[in-house]
């Protein structure tokens, strides 16, 4: 199996808008377990827990298994492969909006 780069893991995996839900919610949770993430979702444990096994196999959640439970937590340092991707484009846009003030300062000054 061909081994692909965090970036497409990451991307691959908030694609799903269920998946991107639930990242969301362990987002704004300290720790959530997958009873607490099914409770209101409209989605079985188990698709929550498929859900969960990408978004951990992206690098985005960690689990801690206590008892019975399993506590999930979001990664901030997962979301960095997307980030430093996205800060590529950073220096595109800031020269393509001087350049606009430049043109829009000459044509009305």
Partial sequence: MMQTAPIDAVMRSLADPTRRSV????VRSREITVAELTLGSG???GAISQ??????Q?????D???GRNVHYRARPEG???LVDWM???DLF???????LHALLEEVEP
């Fill in 23 to 26: 990242f969301e919610r362990i």
């Fill in 43 to 45: 989605v079985t444990q």
């Fill in 51 to 56: 859900h969960l096994r990408a978004l951990k």
């Fill in 58 to 62: 992206a690098g985005l959640v960690i």
């Fill in 64 to 66: 801690r298994p206590e």
């Fill in 79 to 81: 979301l960095k492969p």
């Fill in 87 to 89: 800060a590529q484009y």
């Fill in 93 to 99: 846009w800031r020269e393509r909006f001087a350049g």
